[in-house]
């Protein structure tokens, strides 16, 4: 099985459909273009193009004169000359003479748009003085898209990668060290930053992994509480040599029923948090039951204040 | 079992991170619900879901689970690549359903789970 290919394609999903559509608008034929383009002029022989072509690894070059375009040559032309025999002709006796040009401000979804009605794979760009500055194909508008893109995960790398406990660095393992994480109000994007910089810092003491995914877990919970339901606030991690305490004190809006809350379950979430794979009911829960002690305190209108530790020997199966 | 057969089971395609395929997984979890994958008892496990969101790299991360495999035809968004990338977990697309997905990694010797 392994060794047949698979070809397959993806039913692409709407938002991912946005995202590429977004940049294609955003994007202007002076953005894609190769800017450093191979021309000739109309005196030189058809030969000539020929070889740059070759060289060059292209399939049309602009003809020009004084800067402007005034033909094309595509590789059809040089074939049908070669053909013909007449590859030593003058280039302007066979090159195109109506060439199709594109603007380097317009958008590239124009620029794809005029390519597909013309039939063309390339297209000379000219600047707003009608100087050649450039040619756009299909090519560079394709590996543009894919560098935007691959840009958005390296970014995204980078920040995780710059993700290190902001406060005080990792003293003398007998005190205890603090670290501390504002946490706004939806802020999806950075939901488990603080859970994941202490799982860091954890295993950099060399505790017990299965100890630390307790802690990670119910820090996760916590965090993903305070983004979800509250108007933002902190988490607090305490470490001492022996346990870690972490606090997650939101700026409310309280929580009104407690005993309500912490039944599986039950949940406030939005439809929107929902679809994202949280808001089931159980967060609570799951932190009381991956923590040695658990307390929260709240009421209608008030901070809630959420406090839990685990023990770095296990008292929990 | 490694990712990687997994991988051949599910005739899955490799998003990011050919270099940890060789990985051991010991049990999967299936599920659209995070709460749920936060929930689990089970270690290095290979998590198929059908959401394909950042938090769901984030959640693996946090679990410890050994690779991600997004269900019918899902492709994680770039950032979901960029944080795998650095924490080291691959991501995986297959075209099955999440059902026919489990159902083929099903009587591997994967480790099953019974607690409610």
């Not at chain 1, 894609?32 to 193009?49: E, K, S, Y």
């Not at chain 1, 808001?279 to 923590?291: Q, T, V, Y």
């Amino acid at each position: 099985m392994a060794d047949t290919p698979i070809v397959k394609t993806f039913p692409t999903e709407p938002q991912n459909i946005s995202i590429i559509s977004e940049l294609m608008y955003q994007l202007k034929v002076r953005d894609v273009m190769t800017a450093n383009v191979a021309t000739a002029t109309p005196q030189q022989r058809l030969r000539d193009v020929q070889h740059i072509m070759r060289d060059r690894k292209i399939s049309g070059v602009p003809i020009v004169e004084n800067g402007r375009v005034v033909g094309i040559v595509s590789l059809d032309d040089i074939i049908r000359a070669l053909d013909k025999g007449e590859i030593e002709l003058p280039v302007a006796e066979r090159m195109t003479r109506n060439v199709v040009t594109i603007g380097d401000n317009v958008s590239v979804v124009k620029a794809i748009d005029e390519m597909e009605k013309r039939g063309f794979g390339r297209l000379p760009v000219l600047n707003k003085d009608g100087y050649l500055v450039g040619i756009i194909t299909h090519w560079d508008i394709v590996r543009k898209l894919v560098d935007m893109l691959q840009e958005v995960a390296m970014q995204a790398e980078q920040r995780e990668r710059n993700l290190a406990p902001p406060t005080s660095p990792p003293t003398d393992h007998s005190e205890v060290t603090i670290l501390e994480f504002p946490v706004e109000k939806d802020d999806f994007e950075n939901a488990g930053r603080a859970s994941s910089a202490v799982k860091k810092h954890l295993q950099q003491r060399g505790i017990d992994p299965a100890i630390i995914r307790r802690v990670a877990v119910a820090m996760y919970e916590a965090e993903i509480n305070v983004i979800i339901h509250s108007y933002g606030g902190t988490m607090t991690a305490r470490i001492y040599p022996d346990r870690i305490e972490v606090t997650a004190l939101d700026r409310g809006p309280g929580i009104p029923n407690i005993e309500l809350a912490m039944k599986e379950g039950y949940s406030t979430a939005s439809d929107r948090v929902r679809e994202m794979g949280f808001g089931a009911g159980m967060g609570l829960p799951n932190i009381k039951r991956c923590a040695d002690t658990f307390e929260i305190e709240s009421a209608a209108g008030a901070p809630t204040r959420l406090t839990f530790t685990v023990y770095f020997v296990p008292r929990k199966q | 079992m490694t990712v990687r057969e997994c991988m051949q089971r599910l005739e899955a395609e490799v998003v990011v991170g050919d270099e940890w395929l060789d990985r051991k997984v010991e049990s999967v979890a299936a599920s659209d619900l995070l709460s749920d994958v936060l929930a689990t008892h089970k270690h290095n496990f290979l998590l198929l879901t059908g959401l394909s969101t950042p938090q769901v790299v984030r959640t693996a991360e946090l679990m410890g689970s050994v690779g991600i495999v997004f269900c019918r035809g899902k492709y994680p968004p770039q950032d979901a690549i960029g944080m795998a990338k650095v924490h080291g977990i691959p991501l995986l697309c297959t075209r099955l359903q999440m059902f026919e997905a489990c159902c083929r990694l099903a009587g591997l010797g994967l480790e099953q789970d019974s607690t409610p």
